[in-house]
């Protein structure tokens, strides 16, 4: 099989949308819209016209390549319309390992073929099968759940769709995003321009909580490839007392239920967001994280860090 590795500006976005839009393992991390935010250089392998096609993050660190999942991505690896056989995914393996010396990306769970001398670890995300109706899934929401919509529906707070995507990056930013230290500014305008390129694809839409005419949680979700999935959001001090987001979160459930769509609660390793997923559903599935450590990469980052916190 012979395949071509192709710069982000070789790359015919349209024929990329279209094979993961027809791709059985098609997911919002990787259309071109959203890569072009999230990491704007990136590139491809891809074989016979688009037909098989694999996005790649390469960055670089004291002249040492490594492939990387970007912040607010996951799920890379072989795309197609067609079956994915081992011995195909061997061939762009090989090209990828090529061309960098360290490793550290999720992939889509159909990834099936490992390299030699690669770790591979499994991550949990949550999920709820929409071909139920709303009364059967809201049967396995847990009792605090059920206590927080209660009491959101007597405060009757309202429930809307907006294209404001200040109000949402800015409720990320001032809940969940302060407590994570690897966020800098550029990536608080990298997932202003993510949301900006969903709204423009129609592939993404912003949920408000409001009391009154105060809105007081926000979040945005992507609607492709049959499935609904929550990225980032955030509430407010009044948001979080009166369990905003798991009010948007149903009020999305309750509209889509009986439509045969999956709701993904887009994985986390944080202990915390993991049980707020969980008070929904106890439905999950596991997706492979690739990793291959490189000892100079390793120890330039190690120096890199020591330096810093000395200063």
């Known amino acids: ?5 192709l710069e982000n500006k070789e790359i015919n976005k349209t024929k990329w949308d279209e094979t993961i839009a027809n791709s059985s393992h098609g997911i919002a991390y990787v259309y071109s819209w959203y890569l072009d935010a999230v990491f704007p250089n990136w590139s491809a392998f891809v074989s016979e016209d688009y037909k098989y096609i694999f996005p790649v993050t390469l960055n670089s660190q004291y002249k040492i390549s490594y492939f990387f999942t970007p912040i607010f991505a996951m799920q890379f690896g072989l795309f197609s319309n067609e079956e994915i056989t081992e011995e195909v995914e061997n061939v762009f393996w090989n090209a990828v390992l090529a061309n960098t010396k360290a490793i550290d990306i999720s992939l889509h769970p159909g990834n099936k073929f490992v390299p030699k001398n690669i770790q591979v670890l499994q991550k949990q ?3 709820i099968d929409l071909s139920k109706s709303y009364t059967e899934i809201s049967k396995h929401y847990n009792s605090n759940l059920k206590r927080n919509l209660t009491k959101a529906i007597k405060l ?8 404001n995507i200040q ?3 800015g409720m990320f930013r001032n809940g969940r995003g302060n407590k994570i230290a690897d966020l800098k500014e550029v990536h ?3 997932l202003h321009k993510l949301i900006q390129n969903g709204l423009k694809a129609n592939q993404v839409k912003i949920f408000e909580c409001y009391e009154d005419r105060e809105i007081i949680a926000a979040g945005f979700f992507t609607f492709c490839n049959n499935r609904i999935i929550y990225h980032k959001g955030g509430a407010n001090h009044k948001g979080r007392k009166y369990g905003a987001m798991h009010l948007i ?3 999305i459930i309750r509209e889509y239920a009986s439509t045969g769509m999956v709701f993904d609660f887009g ?3 944080i202990d915390s967001v993991r049980k707020f997923n969980l008070n929904f559903t106890q439905q999950e599935y596991l997706y492979p994280v ?3 450590s490189n000892f100079m990469l390793t120890m330039a980052r190690k120096i890199k860090n020591k330096f810093i916190k000395e200063k």
Do not use: F
């Open 188 to 190: 608080y305008i990298n």
């Open 267 to 269: 994985g986390s390793s």
């Open 249 to 251: 979160i149903d009020s």
């Open 167 to 169: 109000d949402v990056v």
């Open 156 to 163: 009757n707070l309202r429930i809307s769709t907006s294209e």
């Open 1 to 5: 099989m012979e395949i071509i590795y």
């Open 290 to 292: 690739y990793k291959k």
């Open 125 to 127: 995300c949550q999920i």
